[in-house]
């Protein structure tokens, strides 16, 4: 089965899994960090069982955290393919339009009775100037450009998804990993703070969900497999520095 499976995502049922897998990363990173995730497993657990038999009838915090994870990935693919060369970002412009549309369907059934939940905006190269010239233009290369997509964005994606989860994330080291990350995969610093490299490293683990993803849901992709490679070679990469 190709990539074209996860086209046929369309019930909450079908998204269960996507759910508890993002949710599971949010919780390890978070861990990893020391933040305090209280009893966000088990909660996690409730909602993914909920979702597995239809239902969208959840409570407040359970409806916020699983509209939040599936709406940070509606948005999250157009902003990190604006970061790829054009030929990349035009070969997924429509399969990234196609699964924002599902994945928003869904979220929007456990938004509804929220009283407020704000759709993220994740950072586009043309929002990210390292000394008055955008980020992008200090790496060369797919890998390069991949690595510090991600590293930008992840970090967004992991701080939306866990505040809106009821995670606390502390907003002075959200502010100072951006800062320090993108200097540093723009060649303009030559190390990471050691908590700053941490929370890198954990949240590189993203290699996992891309693998856990394929899986699930049985998709035998090229394109995954390359992703997860990418992703691990540079989660090891920060380990080797890293405790």
Do not use: K, N
Request: with cysteine; net charge negative; hydrophobic share 45%.
């Amino acid at each position: 089965m190709t990539v074209l499976r996860l086209l046929r995502l369309r019930r909450p049922a079908d998204f269960a899994d996507w759910y508890r897998i993002g949710a599971e990363y949010v919780h390890d990173v978070a861990a990893g960090m020391g933040f305090r995730v209280g009893d966000f497993e088990s909660r996690v657990v409730r909602a993914t069982d909920a979702m597995r038999a239809g239902r969208t009838d959840l409570p407040p915090d359970l409806a916020r955290s699983v509209a939040a994870d599936l709406l940070a990935d509606a948005v999250f693919c157009d902003p990190f393919c604006q970061w790829m060369p054009l030929w990349y970002e035009l070969g997924l412009a429509a399969p990234c339009a196609y699964a924002e549309f599902r994945l928003r369907r869904v979220a929007e059934r456990y938004a509804d009775d929220l009283p407020h939940l704000s759709v993220p905006r994740f950072s586009r190269p043309e929002d990210v100037y390292v000394d008055g010239r955008p980020a992008t233009a200090y790496v060369d290369g797919f890998a390069e450009r991949f690595v510090l997509a991600d590293a930008v964005l992840h970090l967004e994606w992991f701080a939306y998804v866990a505040r809106e989860s009821g995670i606390f994330v502390p907003p002075l080291l959200v502010e100072r990993t951006r800062e320090q990350t993108v200097a540093y995969y723009a060649g303009r610093r030559t190390e990471l703070d050691p908590d700053v490299r941490t929370f890198q490293r954990l949240l590189f683990s993203d290699d996992e969900w891309v693998r856990r993803i394929a899986d699930v849901y049985d998709v035998d992709s090229a394109l995954f497999d390359y992703w997860a490679r990418i992703l691990a070679r540079e989660r090891r990469r920060l380990s080797t520095f890293d405790g």
